[in-house]
């Protein structure tokens, strides 16, 4: 009940209620009129509240929700709230204030105890962030020797067949594993907010064969069907975050495998001209509908959160932008009613995948909020031991087949163009491994290679060696590399400045291009790397082209490669038979049509994983002609492997020849 109050200008108390009595701690309205607590001393805990309520109430007459906090007539605290106007005669004179009064202490302290949780969860998250940005750097360094290592030696003609493929291994458990750690960091990043979208060109119908192709083998070892099903209106060339689209997809068609034992996994594109039309009913599971869009559910569903739609995403239906549906149905286990609104909620797995214990119960909250941030939404429907079907919607721009980025081609580099500077690389680690994983790189190529353990021994190096460029890793003992750098910088700005002013010689040594190599994926670490004086940066784990294209950017380095990286260039055919032995030569008549027509598809696309898993086709028909195939891949020869593929398709023409 309120408490009604009127009190004179003054503000001592003229009329009071048995409700405002009780609030304030008094057995009636006339114990509280005679005691008439002092404002300031015995009644608001803010020494200046009254004084604030009474400028408010001259400034406007009126006054609603005015909060305080007071003490009652056992000086115990409570809250208050307070709405008051003020009452005139007839001339405007004020008489008198009147109103009522709130007790609402409860409803305050929960409210302090809400912000308390969420200041003890910003602190948590933050926590969990530096957490996070250590445990990366911490993972991705050891990563990045592991991977590096493995790149330099998979090539090597020492080893044994067993041997390559031992290494093959390595690195593709590397990579499994740095997938593991990127989940995590991209969970962080999305929850910081600073996951952005990079939309660009690219070929969809590709893209679709890519995933069919690199699951084909995993269906087929499980005795399942995949089958992708894509509509004939669906656009091949599109605009959107290719690298996005294609997570989520793997995602999906990962979880569809895993989870299914017997039947089909089902992927179909369809093309809307307008948002697509689903609703949840209100059956407990989900189930589609047409009434109602995917994208005005998300907006309104109280089970989903509120969606920030990006202005890059909403651009992409401009036009000749159209809607996509992506459905990924399978024959699985199914998901509980109960666990369907818990599936999408990060490190939460269903009772399935706790079983098969593996995952880390990152997908599908990561594959969410990338649809999301794509524009779109993303539903499931399941019924244990029937199958589950996850749809999304995404807005996509149609774009000429002219738009789209021939692929990049990086051939193995072999040595430096005659004519070129002596160039002298100084390589900062406080890690052996990694420093010599750069040596290892750089030193066969003709590269003049030193090395500092710390940002300290860097400055010595630099003043007695003058390299021409730094590969300075940031994090070390003694003085890290953005100090390192800021000192160097600084040094060089002064004697520049030098010249001419003094008898100091000129400063002829050149001036180093500092690269910063960090493993931490925190934007603004990398930005700090450039605001201290860094001309780049470079995160790892790298590639070797990481590496090479760096040197090529910043000093010009001009690079000797293994072969040519024109696409099937007739020219080259005559060098065949140097490069395969003729047991070989005796295989390249038998070469399925099919398997030729994909293995050139998948060389333009540069996908190396994709080309491994091709050539693994015919390993077993033809072990000794796979494994010269993958010798060339492992040499980035994709020349190579294309004249094999000219010159089966010669031998079938010249043996159709003779038949005639």
């Known amino acids: 009940m309120n408490g009604i109050f009127q009190t004179a200008i003054d503000g001592k108390y003229i009329s009071a209620n048995p409700a405002l009595a009780n609030i304030y701690g008094y057995d009636s309205p006339a114990d509280l009129i005679a005691a008439q607590p002092n404002f300031n001393n015995q009644l608001y805990v803010k020494s200046n509240r009254r004084d604030e309520f009474a400028a408010l109430m001259n400034e406007y007459g009126i006054l609603s929700n005015f909060e305080s906090e007071i003490y009652r007539k056992d000086d115990s605290i409570i809250w208050i709230s307070e709405n008051c106007r003020a009452v005139c005669d007839e001339a405007g004179n004020l008489l008198y204030y009147e109103g009522f009064i709130k007790d609402i202490t409860d409803n305050k302290q929960a409210e302090i105890k809400m912000q308390q949780a969420k200041e003890a969860a910003e602190a948590a998250n933050k926590a969990k962030s530096t957490f996070l940005a250590n445990m990366s750097h911490e993972l991705r360094t050891p990563l990045n020797s592991i991977l590096g290592f493995a790149q330099i030696m998979e090539p090597s003609p020492d080893l044994t067949v067993e041997n390559r ?92 495998i895993k989870f299914t034992q017997t039947g089909e996994i089902i992927l179909r594109v369809i093309k809307l001209e307008h948002s697509g039309f689903m609703d949840l009913l209100d059956s407990p599971t989900a189930c589609f509908d047409t009434t109602r869009s995917i994208r005005d559910f998300a907006r309104t569903s109280s089970n989903f959160a509120k969606v920030e739609w990006s202005d890059e995403a909403e ?30 909620k990060a490190f939460v797995q269903t009772a399935s995948g706790q079983k098969i214990q593996k995952g880390t119960g990152l997908g599908l909250k990561i594959s969410r909020q990338f649809v999301r941030l794509m524009g779109g939404e993303i539903v499931v429907e399941s019924q244990l031991e029937v199958g589950t079907t996850f749809k999304f919607e995404i807005p996509v721009g149609a774009v000429d087949a002219a738009e789209i980025p021939d692929p990049q081609i990086h051939p193995e580099v072999t040595g430096l163009e005659p004519n070129q500077s002596c160039y002298r690389i100084l390589i900062v680690d406080d890690r052996e491994d990694n420093r010599q994983l ?3 790189m750089l030193s066969p190529l003709g590269f003049g290679v030193e090395q500092a353990t710390n940002g300290q021994e860097a400055i010595e190096m630099w003043e007695n060696w003058h390299p021409h460029l730094i590969l300075m890793d940031v994090r070390m003992p003694v003085m890290d590399g953005y100090e390192a750098t800021k000192q160097i910088k600084a040094r060089i700005k002064q004697r520049e400045q030098g010249k001419g002013e003094t008898n100091i010689s000129p400063f002829d040594s050149p001036i180093p291009k500092i690269i910063a190599l960090t493993a931490s994926t925190i934007e603004g670490r990398q930005a700090f790397a450039l605001l201290v004086g860094c001309d780049d940066f470079i995160s790892k784990p790298f590639c070797k082209t990481d590496i090479f294209d760096t ?11 293994s072969n040519s990286t024109d696409f099937f260039s007739t020219g080259d055919r005559n060098n065949l038979s140097g490069c395969l032995p003729n047991a070989a030569l005796a295989y390249l008549p038998t070469l399925p049509t099919e398997w030729r027509d994909n293995m050139k598809q998948v060389i333009r696309s540069a996908d190396f994983d994709l080309i ?32 094999v593929i000219a010159e089966a398709e010669e031998s079938d023409n010249a043996d159709e020849g003779g038949t005639n």
């Open 165 to 256: 493929e031992n290494m093959r291994i390595i690195r593709r458990s590397g990579e499994h594993l740095l997938t593991l750690i990127n989940e995590v960091l991209d969970l962080s990043k999305i929850e910081a907010g600073r996951m952005t979208l990079n939309p660009k060109n690219f070929d969809l119908y590709r893209l679709l064969d890519d995933l069919q192709d690199m699951f084909q083998l995993r269906v087929h070892n499980q005795q399942l069907q995949l089958r992708f099903q894509r509509n004939a209106d669906v656009p091949q060339y599109v605009r959107t975050d290719d690298i996005k689209l294609r997570q989520v997809l793997i995602n999906l068609l990962s979880n569809a």
């Open 315 to 344: 651009d992409l239906t401009t036009g000749s932008g159209c809607f996509l549906l992506f459905e990924i149905e399978d024959t699985g286990v199914g998901i509980a009613t109960e666990e369907l609104e818990n599936i999408f």
């Open 438 to 440: 750069l040596v290892k």
């Open 551 to 561: 040197l090529t950017k910043h000093l010009g380095v001009k690079y000797v490669y």
């Open 612 to 643: 491994v898993r091709t050539i693994d086709e015919i390993r077993e028909p033809h072990p000794e002609l796979a494994e010269i195939l993958q010798g060339h891949l492992d040499n980035f020869d994709y020349q190579k492997i294309l004249n």
